[in-house]
């Protein structure tokens, strides 16, 4: 067995992008979450009025699809793939925001950055709806859940 080691450097310890041109293309789905911890007041106006910039929760999602698609333009070295599918759910809790995010293609590399990306963008854009309610909304526990295809496999937390 070889010893694990980061793919996205060299032999040099130079970073690169790795060549996937000979991996099968494959279905491959990632799901990833997050929540964005925010205040009673902004929990009962996002169940109620809403928030003073508008439907925080809509624009949010908006804002996870549009964030996953825009991947390798914020993460260097992730290849751009093509998306063949983004959901992305939230739910209001009693203290947070929940986000949930699955990204799905059919390609030579996995879309396990394209869902947490998803995530953190939707997140993000939740603070910037609440932050006139909320300055102290923060975003926590950004993680991947599971995912699937590609030569490694299905993998689960």
Same mark, same amino acid.
């Given at each position: 067995? +070889?010893?694990?080691?980061?793919?996205?450097?060299?032999? +040099? #310890?130079?970073?690169?992008?790795?060549?996937?041109?000979?991996?099968?293309?494959?279905?491959?789905?990632?799901?990833?979450?997050?929540?964005?911890?925010?205040?009673?007041?902004?929990?009962?106006?996002?169940?109620?009025? #809403?928030?003073? @910039?508008?439907?925080?929760?809509?624009?949010?999602?908006?804002?996870?699809?549009?964030?996953?698609?825009?991947?390798?333009?914020?993460?260097?070295?992730?290849?751009?793939?093509?998306?063949?599918?983004?959901?992305?759910?939230?739910?209001?809790?009693?203290?947070?925001?929940?986000?949930?995010?699955?990204?799905?293609?059919?390609?030579?590399? #996995?879309?396990?950055?394209?869902?947490?990306?998803?995530?953190?963008?939707?997140?993000?854009?939740?603070?910037?709806?609440?932050?006139?309610?909320?300055?102290?909304?923060?975003?926590?526990?950004?993680?991947?859940?599971? @995912?699937?295809?590609?030569?490694?496999?299905?993998?689960?937390?």
């Amino acid at each position: 067995m +070889t010893e694990p080691r980061l793919t996205h450097v060299d032999e +040099t #310890g130079a970073a690169r992008m790795v060549d996937v041109s000979a991996k099968p293309v494959t279905a491959r789905v990632a799901t990833a979450a997050g929540r964005v911890l925010v205040s009673p007041e902004v929990v009962a106006l996002l169940r109620g009025a #809403g928030v003073p @910039k508008g439907d925080a929760v809509a624009v949010a999602r908006i804002a996870g699809i549009a964030g996953a698609k825009r991947t390798p333009d914020l993460v260097p070295l992730c290849h751009p793939i093509a998306l063949h599918g983004v959901t992305v759910d939230l739910e209001i809790t009693d203290e947070a925001v929940e986000i949930t995010a699955t990204a799905r293609t059919a390609d030579r590399t #996995g879309v396990e950055m394209e869902a947490l990306t998803s995530v953190a963008v939707a997140g993000l854009t939740m603070i910037d709806m609440v932050k006139a309610v909320d300055p102290r909304a923060s975003i926590t526990d950004v993680r991947l859940l599971t @995912k699937s295809g590609g030569k490694s496999g299905d993998w689960s937390r």
